[in-house]
């Protein structure tokens, strides 16, 4: 088994996840733009390395894009592959960013490996793993509750969504065996389903509050609330979660870890 992108986010969860199962996994693959054809000897890879849409233009393309026909190259035809995408792939082209069209384009090459592949399309990843907390909403209000006492949200309703870290992890790892049932060889979208943010807010506020003692406010701004995700219907990740055994992770108990984890990480950092 090779994980990708071992040293972020997602990828310690997936090598964490592995190793705790007793799965032997290679991890730290290099520079993969470097791989050489047929020097990855393993039966599955975990594709987790790339640039988020904070990064600069030229290594979004570099890293989600240009980095991954050598990868497919390095490794065996009947590899299975196990691509991390994301919802923002599923947006009508006029609407997609270069974020977006990455991903949309390493679909399409993923696609033209002639083993199984798996396309995973993630939505925000929150929660706790070896390399910290993300950069969710769920962990920015947990930082702004945690530092002036209140979080804000923008003042129109919405819904959000967002999926625990180790989650996707746990069933993605599991999507390695070729024998797993793939639904319609399409890309599948990994969220857990719409949550109100209001409600999010609300849960991260009683969550710091229940961890600190201290009283946290939400309050409505006139802030833009930035941009929506395309509709995601959970019910083929619910699937995908239960053949591969993989309890759900509440919303409520992913707030509450990202809440314990960063009190316990301020908590470390004053002695």
């Not at 290679?26 to 470097?34: C, N, Y």
């Not at 804000?152 to 065996?177: C, N, Q, W």
């Amino acid at each position: 088994m090779a994980v990708t992108g071992c040293q972020g986010y997602l990828g310690s969860a997936v090598v964490e996840h592995l190793r705790h199962g007793g799965t032997a996994c290679r991890s730290g693959l290099g520079r993969l733009q470097e791989l050489r054809p047929g020097s990855v000897d393993s039966r599955a890879v975990i594709h987790c390395a790339g640039a988020l849409r904070s990064r600069p233009a030229p290594e979004i393309w570099h890293a989600n894009v240009v980095c991954l026909t050598p990868l497919l190259r390095a490794i065996d035809p009947d590899c299975v592959v196990v691509l991390a995408s994301s919802r923002a792939a599923a947006a009508p082209p006029n609407e997609q960013d270069l974020y977006g069209r990455s991903k949309n384009a390493a679909e399409q090459i993923a696609d033209q490996h002639p083993g199984p592949v798996r396309i995973v399309r993630l939505t925000v990843l929150a929660g706790p793993s070896p390399a910290g907390l993300g950069d969710s909403f769920v962990s920015r209000m947990t930082d702004a509750a945690l530092r002036t006492g209140a979080i804000r949200i923008p003042a129109d309703e919405r819904t959000v969504d967002f999926l625990d870290v180790r989650e996707a992890a746990a069933v993605m790892a599991g999507l390695t065996d070729p024998a797993r049932p793939w639904p319609d060889a399409e890309p599948v979208d990994a969220t857990s389903g719409p949550l109100e943010l209001t409600a999010v807010a609300r849960a991260t506020a009683e969550a710091v509050q229940e961890a600190t003692g201290r009283r946290v406010r939400v309050v409505r701004t006139g802030l833009p609330a930035g941009s929506r995700q395309p509709p995601a219907d959970p019910t083929r990740w619910a699937r995908l979660r239960t053949a591969a055994g993989v309890t759900p992770r509440a919303p409520l108990s992913t707030i509450r870890d990202t809440v314990r984890a960063r009190v316990r990480a301020g908590e470390l950092s004053t002695l």
